[in-house]
Each structure stands twice: as structure tokens, then as C-alpha cells.
């Protein structure tokens, strides 16, 4: 379950690593039958697509039989579904987290984007240590950032865009985008974005499901519409050093949870009992 020393290198100099199918299609067809029920619940943790109107069409978010609301992020998963509270202590996801930083780690944020067919919208240019800092008062970017693709991800439905070994900058200075979508996000500006995409390139991390992506904290990254007619919803766990614990808590739990206790790893085979559940669908 561990990374490769190359693997290790290249997430180190790159700050993201791409690991082509790392679930299972089993896995994964588990993980998928739990999502439509989580996105049908009236839960603050749903945060629905700002526009309404023609974008929303038929077909949005056709995969997840969502017909009125289109969400855009589903958080706090854990908490409500026992499928996603097993996953979080997966080796295959979090054993190379701890191999990155070897400490207690707390569950930081724990969600689906699902960035739907024909209506997911933009996540603009930004770095996730600007929120994890000025919102939560994080103190430093320690933070990893562990994804899942729950459906196939190409240059056509809403991939991540990275910069890479943009990491090594540092920050790269935020301000509050409240505007342009329906979730606030500290982004980054366009004149810093330019000069260091210029210098590094962009690479969309695309795969099939069951790929994983792990990337750091100050790694510049977004991802554009999904004006395709195919979902691209994708799980995501934030972790974080215990020694490096959020100082502020106004924002609610689910977009930063409290709880400091260490997250511990399970068995491989840990999501096996739950197969029946994904096959009753
Ligand atoms: O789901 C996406 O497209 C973007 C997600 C993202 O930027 C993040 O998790 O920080």
C-alpha cells in the first residue's frame, strides 16, 4: 500500500501524484451506490450549484438521479454514511499519507465534488493552505490532500488542472472569492497564476475511476466547467497533522471537523463487507 521511492520523488517535486486505478471497480461500485442517497439528503453539508436555469437541463447529474438541485459538494461524509467512514481508514488511501508525514494526522474534511454532467462549475485558480489558514487559522501547510475518482476523469468533464511544483513557491497570496460560485473559496490572482503557469505548464490529472491523486497544500490547482455530458464527481480526505490543528472554528464542522483524535488505519480488506450493499442497487 506504500509509494514507491520514485513515486515519493516525484510527489515531492511535482506536489501531486497521479495512481492510475489504485481502487478496485469493486471498490468503487461500492462507493458510487452510497452517493445518490447522500445527495438526496436535505443536509447543510450539500452545497447546491449557484445557477439555475438552462444549465441544469436534463441529463444534469445523470449518473447520481439528481432532477431539481444540482449539488456541488457533498461534506462531512463520514458522519453520515458508514461506507465513507470505513473508506477514511483505508490503507490504500491514507497509508501514503503517513508515509509523507510520519505523525497523528486529524480528519480534516472529508467529501464528494461531483462537479455534474452539463452543470458543474468552476473551482477557480487557488491553493487549499489559504483557506486551511485564513478561515481555520491553520498554522502551517502540512495538510494532504487524498483523492478518489468515482467516475472516469478526461480532458472533457472538469478534470483537476495542476501547476506543477508550484508547491515549492510558497504561498502564493489569496483573496476571498464569494461571487463566482456557491462556495467561497480564497483564489489566487491572475497575474501570479500567469507567471507561474508559465514557468511550470499545467497538467489535468485525468484517469479512470479508482485512480487516486494525493497533493499538498500550497500546490496552485482548479478545475474548469463540466459543460461535457458526463459526471465527474470525485471523493476527497483532508488530512492534517494533529501538531498543526486549526486555531479558529467559525466555519462549520463539516468544512473543517473539530474532532483532533488520530485517525488509525484499517485492515485492506475493510470495505469487503459492505459488497452487498453496492450489489442490492
Ligand atoms: O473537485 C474539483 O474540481 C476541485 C477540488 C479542489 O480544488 C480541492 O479539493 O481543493
Same mark, same amino acid.
Given at each position: ?5 520514485s513515486q515519493?520523488?516525484?510527489? !515531492? ?25 447522500? =445527495? ?10 449557484k445557477?439555475?436555469?438552462w ?5 444534469a ?6 432532477d ?17 467512514n +470505513? ?5 490504500k ?8 508525514r510520519p ?22 485558480w487557488?491553493?487549499?493552505? !489559504?483557506?486551511?489558514h ?8 502540512? !495538510?494532504?490532500? =487524498? ?13 483537476? %488542472? ?11 497570496? /489569496?483573496?476571498l472569492?464569494?461571487? +463566482?460560485?456557491? @462556495? ?19 497538467? /489535468? !490529472?485525468?484517469?479512470?475511476?479508482? +485512480?487516486?491523486l494525493?497533493? @499538498? ?28 490543528? %486549526? ?6 464542522? @463539516? ?8 485517525i488509525?488505519? /484499517?485492515?485492506?480488506?475493510? =470495505?469487503?463487507?459492505? @459488497?452487498?450493499? /453496492?450489489?442490492?442497487?
Amino acid at each position: 500500500m506504500k509509494l514507491s521511492q520514485s513515486q515519493v520523488k516525484t510527489l !515531492a517535486s511535482q506536489g501531486f501524484l497521479v495512481l492510475p486505478e489504485r481502487f478496485s471497480e469493486k471498490e468503487v461500485a461500492l462507493l458510487r451506490s452510497q452517493v445518490p442517497a447522500l =445527495l438526496k439528503e436535505n443536509h447543510p453539508g450539500n452545497v447546491i450549484e449557484k445557477e439555475p436555469g438552462w444549465k441544469f437541463g436534463e441529463g444534469a447529474g445523470k449518473s447520481w438521479g439528481k432532477d431539481s438541485d444540482v449539488v456541488r459538494t457533498a461534506m462531512g461524509l463520514h458522519l453520515r454514511n458508514e461506507v465513507f467512514n +470505513t473508506l477514511v481508514h483505508h490503507p490504500k488511501l491514507i497509508a501514503p499519507g503517513f508515509q509523507v508525514r510520519p505523525e497523528p494526522m486529524y480528519i480534516q474534511q472529508v467529501k464528494v465534488n461531483v462537479k455534474a454532467a452539463f452543470s458543474g462549475s468552476v473551482w477557480q485558480w487557488h491553493y487549499d493552505f !489559504a483557506t486551511h489558514h485564513k478561515e481555520d487559522g491553520v498554522p502551517r501547510p502540512l !495538510a494532504l490532500n =487524498l483523492h478518489i475518482f468515482l467516475d472516469d476523469v478526461s480532458h472533457y468533464n472538469g478534470p483537476l %488542472y495542476f501547476v506543477p511544483g508550484s508547491h515549492r513557491h510558497g504561498e502564493h497570496g /489569496a483573496r476571498l472569492d464569494d461571487q +463566482t460560485t456557491s @462556495y467561497p473559496l480564497w483564489v489566487v490572482e491572475n497575474d501570479v497564476v500567469e507567471t507561474l503557469v508559465n514557468q511550470n505548464g499545467i497538467q /489535468a !490529472a485525468t484517469g479512470k475511476k479508482g +485512480t487516486m491523486l494525493i497533493f @499538498y497544500d500550497t500546490l496552485l490547482h482548479g478545475s474548469p466547467n463540466n459543460m461535457s455530458p458526463w459526471d465527474r464527481s470525485i471523493f476527497s480526505l483532508i488530512l492534517n497533522p494533529v501538531s498543526n490543528a %486549526y486555531q479558529k472554528s467559525h466555519r462549520p464542522d @463539516y468544512k473543517h471537523h473539530r474532532d483532533l483524535t488520530p485517525i488509525t488505519m /484499517a485492515e485492506p480488506n475493510c =470495505l469487503e463487507s459492505f @459488497y452487498e450493499l /453496492a450489489e442490492s442497487k
